[in-house]
């Protein structure tokens, strides 16, 4: 049982390159959620998807997209890469998505973009 | 829209001591849920402590008791007899309990333990 798994753990993107995250989980969870963590700012929500089949934005939607492949899969893509872009991102689900549910939390991707 | 306020942005405290962290949060409604949650140096974020607003009674966890204060809008964490492994950053998280509310956070603490 890994939980919740995040494909790579680190990246270097030059401005303008693309690149998707990947994240499984096999809780069999039917909510899925990307965050980003800057410095200062503690954990912003950019996409999640309530259940298979749905996807919606959350706070920092912009210069993201998002794919439910399936239930166990949620990738996050950044098109075009910018500097502000450079973040820790996260991959999170829980069993549903009402409010007390749990998210368990991957170990997260570090990504550059210069 | 909701807000987390985490004011100390660092803390420490000798091991075998007990530490409170503070959070307060901004909300119109009544129903909600509040997290504490854990991220040491490995980055994995960990659910600490989940407190459930219509729930007077605050809960606890081994080590960790919160104290909730729905009025003032306060809920902090307490870590009795601190550990080395309670060094991390500690994020306080809420959460309404209706349609499509997300998770907001606050903006982390950073606990130091102090052999």
Known sequence: NAGVTQTPKFQVLKTGQSMTLQCAQDMNHNSMYWYRQDPGMGLRLIYYSASEGTTDKGEVPNGYNVSRLNKREFSLRLESAAPSQTSVYFCASSPLFAGGNEQYFGPGTRLTVT | ?115
Do not use: H
């Open chain 2, 1 to 115: 829209a909701q807000t987390v306020t985490q004011s100390q942005p660092e803390m420490s405290v000798q091991e075998a001591e007990t530490v409170t962290l503070s959070c307060t949060y901004d909300t119109s409604e009544s129903d909600y849920y509040l997290f504490w949650y854990k991220q040491p140096p490995s980055r994995q974020m960990i659910l600490v402590i989940r407190q459930e607003a219509y729930k007077q009674q605050n809960a606890t966890e081994n080590r960790f008791s919160v104290n909730f204060q729905k009025a003032a809008k306060s809920f902090s964490l307490k870590i009795s007899d601190s550990q080395l492994g309670d060094a991390a950053m500690y994020f306080c998280a809420y959460r309404a309990n209706f349609g499509n509310e997300k998770l907001t956070f606050g903006t982390g603490t950073r606990l130091t333990i102090i052999p």
